[in-house]
Nanobody, 115 residues
Framework: QVQLVESGGGLVQAGGSLTLSCAAS????????MGWGRQVPGKQREPVAT???????DYADSVKGRFTISRDNAKSTMYLQMNSLKPEDTAVYYC?????????WGQGTQVTVSS
């Protein structure tokens, strides 16, 4: 079983920065791709960034140049550095791990950006 726990969310002013963390435990597999998604009430969850075990990354167009995803395989932890935050980045951010074709999600952490 896979457990994912996010932390680091909070309230920040527009233009500010936050760093989210995702601690993975259980049978996670060191080669499992991971990523971040976000969701606002009434809308579907959308992908934000993904990272492979080898460090290859991909970003949604809306966050390119502002967000940076990274992972520390030795610590089974993934990060999302968010800079130049905008009010439209306000959402619940979820950590995702894909293993054997199944997606596992954390409980989410709230990010609120005030204008």
């Amino acid at each position: 079983q896979v457990q994912l726990v996010e932390s680091g969310g909070g309230l920040v002013q527009a233009g500010g920065s936050l760093t989210l963390s995702c601690a993975a435990s259980g049978i996670i597999g060191r080669s499992s791709p991971m990523g971040w998604g976000r969701q606002v009430p009434g809308k579907q969850r959308e992908p934000v960034a993904t990272i492979t075990s080898g460090g290859s990354t991909d970003y949604a167009d809306s966050v390119k140049g502002r967000f940076t995803i990274s992972r520390d395989n030795a610590k089974s932890t993934m990060y999302l550095q968010m800079n130049s935050l905008k009010p439209e980045d306000t959402a619940v951010y979820y950590c995702r791990l894909t293993r054997l074709g199944r997606n596992y999600w954390g409980q989410g952490t709230q990010v609120t950006v005030s204008s």
